[in-house]
């Protein structure tokens, strides 16, 4: 079973900058691409960034694109996404998932419990 653990979640001001970690298993951590989503009331939950593993491969939403980097820690077995230069519209509850795709990931319910960041302007 996939057990995944956010954290970090708070407020900041706008153009400041924020770090969320999310902890896996060793067994998701090593075979999964892990993901970053958000959600914001009324809407659907929205592809953030994800992390291929056994590889340096990541891929940005285009809202997040060089202000958002997202890494993985193998001691640790987190996978962290750094936000900086963050926006009011970066509000919103902050899911992290794993599995063999993305599309499995936003399909398969296979979430955290999920962490909010409040940017403030």
């Known amino acids: 079973q996939v057990q995944l653990v956010e954290s970090g979640g708070g407020s900041v001001q706008a153009g400041g900058s924020h770090t969320l970690s999310c902890a896996a298993s060793e067994h998701t951590f090593r075979i999964y691409i892990m993901a970053w989503f958000r959600q914001t009331p009324g809407k659907e939950r929205e592809f953030v960034a994800a992390s291929w593993p056994s590889s340096s491969s990541v891929s940005y939403a285009d809202s997040v694109e060089g202000r958002f980097t997202i890494s993985r820690d193998n001691a640790k077995k987190t996978v962290n996404l750094q936000m900086t230069n963050v926006k009011p519209e970066d509000t919103g509850v902050y899911y992290c998932?794993?599995?063999?795709?993305?599309?499995?990931?936003?399909?398969?319910?296979?979430w955290g419990q999920g962490t909010r960041v409040n940017v403030s302007s």
């Open positions: 998932g794993a599995g063999p795709t993305i599309g499995w990931i936003k399909s398969s319910g296979h």
